[in-house]
Every structure is written in structure tokens, then in C-alpha cells.
């Protein structure tokens, strides 16, 4: 007997109404990065193992999904080597390219290897799946897609509050109201370190903080110990990890707490600048929250940091997420060009849709009209018309065989179909169409000269 056929882990496949609903977020998504002046990309689904490793922190590192080289892998590797089961070592000698574990990166070799083909700033968006070897869970898979937009060549503010308004006019085109985006700033976080004496700790400690929401702040304290960092530091940044209020309540909290960090000071200034540039637009269905505990374990964060949030009473982590990262294109060789960008998370939008029954019934719709075959003859004559209809725009399909009547309407049904068609002798000799509303049962009647009558209905 045969074994049953299975797919990986954290992988998923798409039914035709799900991959539909897929398509509805991601074209509510792509015509709002064009109406903001965004272009898209394509990079490849791998990369070099060296275009990735590093880019993402310790963790990130090890959520990378490794390629192993063409033929006999092991050659070049020696049996000192292999005895040693040092993975760090053996890696990189075993495979060369690894699945991309997001869209930023891939971004900045792009505009490394193609910096004299751009004009700067150079405004991109990409959608596309990434790869991340994690645990499985509700709304976190192993493949999934990101639909990123990023600004590289400017460092202006400007562009930050930008994107949290373009993240405000997706949520807007798809029906979404009450999301929170959360902001943050990596110089404050640097500043905190710095003021609590753990400036040699910062990764450590960001990675730590990143983690409050999902382990709570003792588990935070007991990772940042066992990092390292001492316990009059985490307990003179605790006060933090609760900081509560308006956003000019938290800032006024955060310039007299970062008083003698000059770097934290200028974090403050950031994102002061972007709240009040934001308060002179009224976004329609998001609002902007302080989050002092936001990190977004990436290394590459250099400034604002923003994380999405579902509205309250979805279940659900972040929907969207991004930031500015000033020096990622410098590790490619490309100096002094700034980048900010930020990610929809498609997947777990399509999960809080859903779960609030946001999906237009439009998207669901099957065959506009479904013609009935009754026979060789008479369905050799539907096909003119069905295809005289697709001219016109109209969705049409026609029945492959001459069934029962029965189980055609029944497959009409579970397609979807908005009208039957029916053609048979009767119909044929008389030259009409009948065309039968399936939710109503109303009946029309058509000439069959008159294709474009039935075309004007829809």
C-alpha cells in the first residue's frame, strides 16, 4: 500500500478560495505601493550563504534554511573536520546558498550590485515568499510571504512617516480598523543600554527586551542575567519595561531618563519629530503607539523601528513590521546610503481577515455564467457563445459532458456559478438563450445575436 503523501512541516497548500483571498490582500497591497510611487523587484528565491549570514543577530542566523552543495557535499571536508561536528565550521563548507529569511537583505546586495542603474532615492517594493526554519505555531510557518516596501538613498524623517501611513492606507483598503502601530527607536535603545552601564551588552540586551511581550518581564530579567548583564542594570531599566501613557507623557519620561545619553537624546528627537509630522495627517483606521520595549531583533535596525499589531480581540502577533537601517548596504560595499522599510505580513493578515469576516464576497465568486451541456451538438454551439461572452469580459464555463441535469446544477452550485445558461434543441431552434439567476431562480430570456445584452447585466 502506498504512503500517504505529506508536506513539510510548517509549509501549507492553497485551495483555489484561499489563494483568491491571497490574491485580494496582495492587490490591495500592491496598488497602494504604486499609488506611494514604489516599483517593484524580483531577487532570488536563494542566496549566497556569506549575502546572509551575520545580517540577522545569533537567532536569526539559525532560523536560516541552509542549502547543501551539488554532488558529494562532504569532499572538502576533512576527517578531523567531520569528527569535530563543529557546525559553525562545517557549514559554510558544506553549502554555499541558503534560502533567503527575508526581503531586506536580498534588497541591499540589490542596490549594491545595481547602485549605477538606480536613480536615488530609489523607492522598491517586493512580494515574494521567505524562508525561516522556526517552530510552527498559529500564524508563524516555515514558507511564507512578505510584501515589503523600502526607501534607500535618503535619511529624511520624511519617508519614515510615510510608510506608517502607507501601512494606514492598506489597513484602510482592506476594511481593517483598530490597528496599533507600536514605534520605537534604536538610539533610545542605545541610550538605555548606555545609561544602565550595559553599552557592551546592547545586543544582547535588545534581543532580551524583544521578548517581553511573548515570556514577560521576570523571564526577560533572567535571559538578560544569564547574558551577562548585570542586576543593578536590569533593575534601573525595569521601570521601562512598564511605561505607560500618551506618547508626549512616555517622551518627556524618556528625555529625563536619557539625560546623559547623547545618542538616546537624539532617538527622543526621531521620533518626536515623526508623532507630530503624523498629527497633521489624520490616518483613517490605524493609530501610533510608543512601545520603549519594541527591538525587533535584527541587527541592522539603525533608527525608527516599527511593529504592527492586529486590532484587540484578534489573536494574533504582529502583522507588519520594519525600520530604518542606515548601514545595511555598507556591508555590500555601497558607504553612506540610508534605508527604511517596513513588511506586510500577508499570512497572518489573511489569518485576522478572516477571523473577522473582512474577505469581500466578490473574491469568492465562481463562473459568472455556467452553461448546462445537453449533448454533442448542443454544446458545440455553447462553446461559440462562451467564447463570443470571454470576448466580451464575461467569466463563462461550460459543462465538459452531457450528465444529468442534476449533477450539473449541483457542480454550477458548489463553482459558484451567478447564472446557468441553458442551450439545448429547444432553445437552439427558437435561437434563444435562457440564462437562470441561481440564487433567485428568475429566468431571462435572450436572443442569440445578443451576446452583448447578457454582457451589460454584469
Not at 514558507?143 to 535619511?155: L, T
Not at 543600554?193 to 550595559?198: D, S
Not at 511573548?214 to 535571559?223: S, T
Amino acid at each position: 500500500m502506498a504512503q500517504k503523501p505529506t508536506i513539510p512541516k510548517g509549509t501549507r497548500d492553497f485551495s483555489p478560495i484561499e489563494v483568491n483571498k491571497r490574491h485580494y490582500i496582495m492587490s490591495c497591497i500592491k496598488r497602494q505601493f504604486e499609488l506611494y510611487g514604489f516599483n517593484p523587484i524580483e531577487t532570488p528565491s536563494f542566496e549566497n550563504y556569506d549575502t546572509l549570514m551575520g545580517k540577522y543577530g545569533e537567532e536569526g542566523d539559525r532560523l536560516i534554511f541552509k542549502i547543501l552543495n551539488s554532488g558529494d557535499f562532504l569532499s572538502k571536508v576533512s576527517d578531523e573536520q567531520l569528527a569535530s561536528k563543529d557546525i559553525r565550521s562545517l557549514t559554510p563548507q558544506i553549502s554555499e546558498k541558503a534560502l533567503r529569511y527575508d526581503l531586506t537583505v536580498p534588497f541591499a546586495r540589490y542596490v549594491a550590485m545595481h547602485q549605477n542603474e538606480i536613480d536615488f532615492p530609489f523607492k522598491r517594493y517586493q512580494i515574494q515568499p521567505v524562508w525561516r526554519a522556526d517552530r510552527p505555531q498559529k500564524g508563524r510557518f516555515r514558507e511564507f510571504f512578505q510584501c515589503d516596501a523600502d526607501i534607500v538613498g535618503s535619511s529624511a524623517l520624511l519617508q519614515e512617516v510615510e510608510l506608517i501611513q502607507l501601512y494606514d492606507a492598506v489597513f484602510s483598503d482592506l476594511g481593517l480598523q483598530g490597528v496599533v502601530i507600536h514605534i520605537n527607536n534604536r538610539k533610545i535603545l542605545s541610550g538605555i543600554a548606555a545609561v544602565i552601564g550595559a553599552t557592551d551588552k546592547l545586543i544582547d540586551f535588545t534581543v532580551a527586551l524583544d521578548k517581553l511581550d511573548k515570556i514577560g518581564p521576570e523571564k526577560v530579567a533572567v535571559e538578560m542575567l544569564e547574558k551577562g548583564i548585570s542586576q543593578e542594570a536590569v533593575n534601573m531599566a525595569a521601570p521601562l519595561f512598564d511605561l505607560k501613557g500618551t506618547n508626549e507623557a512616555i517622551l518627556d519620561t524618556l528625555s529625563s531618563f536619557l539625560a546623559t545619553s547623547a545618542v538616546g537624546l537624539e532617538g527622543v528627537s526621531e521620533m518626536a519629530y515623526v508623532l507630530e509630522a503624523l498629527a497633521r495627517t489624520n490616518l483613517s483606521v490605524s493609530s501610533v503607539s510608543i512601545s520603549v520595549t519594541l527591538a525587533r531583533g535584527l541587527n541592522y535596525y539603525t533608527g525608527t523601528i516599527l511593529e504592527v499589531s492586529a486590532p484587540e480581540g484578534v489573536s494574533m502577533g504582529s502583522i507588519g513590521g520594519g525600520g530604518r537601517y542606515d548601514n545595511l548596504t555598507g556591508i555590500f560595499g555601497l558607504q553612506n546610503v540610508g534605508g527604511v522599510g517596513i513588511s506586510f505580513g500577508l499570512d497572518r493578515i489573511y489569518l485576522v481577515l478572516e477571523a473577522l469576516d473582512l474577505f469581500p464576497e466578490a473574491i469568492l465568486a465562481g463562473p459568472q455564467v455556467f452553461f448546462v451541456n445537453f449533448g454533442d451538438s448542443e454544446s458545440l454551439k455553447a462553446m461559440t457563445l462562451v467564447h463570443k461572452l470571454r470576448k466580451l469580459g464575461i467569466s463563462c464555463d461550460l459543462y465538459p459532458s452531457a450528465s444529468k441535469m442534476q449533477k450539473q446544477m449541483k457542480y454550477a452550485h458548489q463553482k459558484g456559478a451567478q447564472y446557468v445558461a441553458l442551450l439545448g434543441a429547444h432553445e437552439i431552434e427558437k435561437n434563444i438563450l435562457i440564462l437562470k439567476h441561481m440564487d433567485s431562480g428568475e429566468q431571462m430570456e435572450y436572443s442569440l445575436d445578443e451576446m452583448e445584452a447578457i454582457a451589460a447585466i454584469f
